[in-house]
């Protein structure tokens, strides 16, 4: 069992940058391939980023490549998601997921078996 807290949210103009972070319990985080997702008003869920249990492999959708970087800490049982270049359209609740590796379907948001509560990105134009 994992559970998952993120923070580093909130409002910021378009063309800054946050950095979002997911806390992690339990000893096993190291073994969890992660990722994060991000659901805006009215739409479904959406696939951002994704880095394997070994954190040698980095995944990202199209419209964050080249702005968004997504890393880990297993030292200390922490994901990380680097916004820069922010855009109004990546307003949205932000999601971090763990799941068992395995399938190399990282986007597929069914694969992930545990989530976080979310955390809210609003980037004003």
């Known amino acids: 069992q994992v559970q998952l807290i993120e923070s580093g949210g909130g409002l910021v103009q378009a063309g800054g940058s946050l950095r979002l972070s997911c806390a992690a319990s339990g000893r096993t985080f190291s073994t969890y391939d992660m990722g994060w997702f991000r659901q805006a008003p009215g739409k479904e869920r959406e696939f951002v980023a994704a880095v394997t249990w070994t954190g040698g492999s980095t995944y990202y959708a199209d419209s964050v490549k080249g702005r968004f970087t997504i890393s880990r800490d297993n030292g200390k049982n922490t994901e990380y998601l680097q916004m820069n270049s922010l855009k109004p359209e990546d307003t949205a609740v932000y999601y971090c997921?763990?799941?068992?590796?395995?399938?190399?379907?990282?986007?597929?948001?069914?694969?992930?078996?545990?989530w976080g509560q979310g955390t809210q990105v609003t980037v004003s134009s």
């Open positions: 997921a763990a799941r068992i590796p395995g399938s190399r379907d990282y986007k597929n948001l069914i694969r992930y078996n545990y």
